[in-house]
Structures are given as structure tokens and as C-alpha cells.
């Protein structure tokens, strides 16, 4: 039997709001007291896992989907599962993106710190960035999922692994589950290379979060275990011992850390799948988490921006300005949401669309 996904929809919103309080602390709050200080490394710490958490969560949640495809289709049919990925992926994705560009403009049209001067005032002891900067192709290379835009919207690095991640353990499963011509298993290895090559070349740490996300899939086929699902087991097992290989004789990485990151996984994986702790957490904020992740880095940028522009140094002004960020950044994903929870009609327009295509080649050929 599998999870109750609305507690991993809770779970998913609170791990959101700890990012979000995480950056709060460090534009608004870093300045003031510096690095290296406990609530630096505590909200450091704690952002990091939230992370973590969400590429064990999709990971689980992706192996959940794929099987639920198969089971309907009798073999994985790419061509939903892609639109459903889109549909997830892309309508907020495409929101965050304007998000980022308005407050870049906003930025630059009024000349604010960031743009015309730095982030910072002196005898500030840290500053998130010093100029925010945003070219043409930056703004391709994210629409590609590639990279770019980190300057005015971090947190879209794991956005841009996530999407990679679903293409290769897609890719993986298609060719696995079989009933598949030689041409079809042909581009299959080719895509999951060429993305493979992508994730290593354009994103840090890709192999890591890979590790992260394979141990949610496996945990999936671990802690809903069928009959004929022992080669997917095997599989997952392969693709984390890849990576981990990866990681410690390319990137360099020590043998205690990947350890560590690993057992820090099941743990996670043990805890949320099989232990199925229950996590209380508000609907509206699991609903528009997907888009609060992507969207309150600008606006907390802007927040500072504004800040910083006035002159103040004072704890009191930034605790103020912090509040009103905050509370800005989450209508803004509640605007966001409002999207996310629409994913099934336009998963299902873009199936209507893929559809009347097909047909009009078939009738032009």
C-alpha cells in the first residue's frame, strides 16, 4: 500500500517554509551578525536538508507516478508521462522566471542597490549578492532547463536537477519495462546520456542530489514492494552505485562525506516511508509549495534591495522589512498556486494537442 500523499504534500510545504526563513535569515539578518555564528550554521543546516528532502521526496514520488503509468498502459507511455511532467514543471516554473525578470527590471529601472550600487552598506558583515545580474542567455539556458538566473533566483539549481532526474529515470525505466523496438531503446540511451552529460557539465554537486533522489525512488520500490519488482530494485541500486562512483573519483568528493549523504538519506527515506511520520501543516501552504520555492528568493532580493536603498543599518528596520518580504513572497506563491493545482487540465490540453498533431500527420502522410 503507498503513502498518504497528503502528509508528503505537508511535508513538501513545510520543508518550502524552511528554505524560505533560511533566506530570510541570510539577506536579511547574516548582514548584521555575520557568518559562522549559530544561527547561520542552524538555518544553513536546516535549508540544506529541506533540500535534501525534497529531491528524497521526488524521487519517491516520480518511481509512484511511472508505476501508476505502466500499471494503466501496460508499458510506460513516455508520451503522457512527459506531459504530465510538463505540466508540473513548466506553468510555474514560467512564472518564477517573471517573477525574477519584474523584479530585476524594477531593480534596474529605479536604479536600487544590486543594480546601480551594491547589496550592501558599509560595515555590513555579509551580503547574499553584491550586483544581481540577468542576460538574454541566462534566461534561454533556464528555459532549457540547463542553468542560469541563479544570481536573482538561487534556488533554481535543483529545479534544473530535478528535471533531468525525471528524464533519466524515466529514460531508465522505458528501457528496463521492455516491449520496446531497437530504433525507440536507441534514442532512449542516447537521451539519458546526452542528459547525463548535461547535469555533470552545467550543475554542481549533480551526482550528490542524484544519490538523494535515487534513494526516494528506491525507497518507493523497497517499502511498496511487488513480486516483479525486484530487477526495478536492482536498477535503482545500479544508478546509486554510478553515481556515488562519480562522485568520488571525478568530483572529488571524500569517501566520509558521500558515506555520510547516503546514510542521511535512508535515514530520511526510513522516517518518511516506512516509520510514515506525520507532519501537521497548513493545505494552502502544501498547494503552493512548488511555487514558493521557485518565486520568494526575488522578492526577498527586492525586499533588501529596498532596505539597503534607505540607509538603515538598525536590527529593527531589517526585522520590519523581513516581515513584509515574507508576507509578500507568500502571496506571490499563493498567485503561483493557483497555477500548480490547475497541472491536470493542462496536462490534459497538451494531450488533446499531442493527439490532434498526430492525427494530422497521419492524414498529410
Avoid at 114 to 135: C, E, K, Q
Amino acid at each position: 500500500m503507498t503513502y498518504n500523499f497528503n502528509n508528503l504534500n505537508s511535508i513538501r510545504g513545510g520543508a518550502a517554509a524552511v528554505v524560505l526563513v533560511s533566506h530570510v535569515i541570510q539577506i536579511y539578518f547574516l548582514r548584521i551578525i555575520g557568518l559562522n555564528t549559530p544561527l547561520h550554521k542552524v538555518s544553513s543546516l536546516a535549508s540544506e536538508y529541506a533540500v535534501v528532502v525534497f529531491f528524497i521526496l521526488s524521487g519517491y514520488l516520480i518511481a509512484h507516478t511511472l508505476e501508476s503509468n505502466i500499471d494503466r498502459n501496460g508499458k510506460l507511455c513516455l508520451r503522457v508521462y512527459a506531459a504530465a511532467r510538463f505540466a508540473r514543471l513548466y506553468p510555474v516554473f514560467l512564472y518564477s522566471v517573471a517573477v525574477s525578470i519584474i523584479v530585476f527590471f524594477v531593480m534596474d529601472v529605479l536604479g536600487l542597490p544590486g543594480r546601480s550600487t551594491a547589496l550592501r552598506l558599509p560595515g555590513d558583515l555579509y551580503a547574499a549578492r553584491d550586483f544581481v545580474h540577468l542576460s538574454p542567455g541566462e534566461i534561454k539556458t533556464s528555459l532549457l532547463m540547463l542553468q542560469g538566473m541563479l544570481e536573482i533566483n538561487g534556488p533554481l539549481w535543483s529545479l534544473y536537477m530535478e528535471a533531468k532526474l525525471y528524464v533519466l529515470f524515466a529514460c531508465a525505466l522505458a528501457l528496463l519495462n521492455g516491449q520496446r523496438g531497437i530504433f525507440q531503446k536507441l534514442i532512449l540511451i542516447l537521451v539519458f546520456y546526452y542528459v547525463v552529460k548535461a547535469g555533470i557539465a552545467f550543475n554542481p554537486s549533480f551526482s550528490r542530489y542524484t544519490v538523494m533522489w535515487l534513494t526516494g525512488a528506491l525507497a518507493y520500490y523497497i517499502f511498496n514492494r511487488r513480486p516483479d519488482w525486484g530487477n526495478r530494485i536492482i536498477m535503482c541500486m545500479t544508478l546509486i552505485s554510478a553515481a556515488e562512483f562519480w562522485q568520488l573519483h571525478q568530483d572529488a568528493v571524500h569517501l566520509m562525506v558521500a558515506g555520510r549523504d547516503i546514510l542521511v538519506a535512508i535515514l530520511i527515506s526510513w522516517m518518511l516511508f516506512k516509520l510514515r511520520i506525520k507532519v501537521p501543516g497548513s493545505k494552502r501552504l502544501a498547494d503552493c509549495s512548488y511555487s514558493l520555492y521557485v518565486t520568494h528568493f526575488p522578492v526577498l532580493l527586492l525586499g533588501e534591495s529596498l532596505l539597503i536603498s534607505t540607509g538603515s543599518a538598525s536590527i529593527g528596520t531589517s526585522l520590519g522589512m523581513a516581515i513584509i518580504s515574507t508576507a509578500f513572497a507568500y502571496v506571490v506563491a499563493l498567485l503561483g498556486g493557483a497555477i500548480e493545482v490547475k497541472k491536470s487540465l493542462i496536462q490534459n490540453g497538451l494531450l488533446k494537442l499531442a493527439d490532434f498533431v498526430c492525427r494530422l500527420r497521419l492524414k498529410t502522410s
